[in-house]
């Protein structure tokens, strides 16, 4: 589960259709996440390393670490765009 980070004009962030944004705004939101969603991020998706290799790097089962990256993309996605309202 590698994610690709755009180098020309602005870095891709998952969830937001494919839009593009500056790469510090991305950075200001990754900093304000908790520790352990920048954890997971940055070995699934800075460090490219798959779901099996960042769990034995973790020390956790691979059903944790796919966990772990579905809160932590929804926490990068509300810092960078507000939560979402609810109906």
């Known amino acids: 589960m590698a994610l ?3 180098k020309d004009t602005g870095s891709f962030v ?8 500056r790469p510090a ?3 200001r939101a990754f900093r304000a996440l908790p520790s352990a969603h920048r954890e997971i ?4 998706v800075f460090r490219e ?3 099996n290799e960042a769990a034995a790097l973790l020390g956790v089962p691979v ?4 966990v772990r ?3 932590a993309l929804h926490a990068l996605h509300a810092a960078l765009n507000g939560p ?4």
């Open 41 to 44: 991020l940055t070995e699934t």
């Open 25 to 27: 705004v991305v950075a």
């Open 84 to 87: 979402r309202p609810t109906a």
């Open 4 to 6: 690709r980070m755009g």
């Open 14 to 21: 998952p969830g937001l259709a494919g839009e593009r944004m």
């Open 69 to 71: 990256v579905y809160h």
């Open 49 to 51: 390393r798959s779901v």
């Open 63 to 66: 059903d944790v670490v796919k």
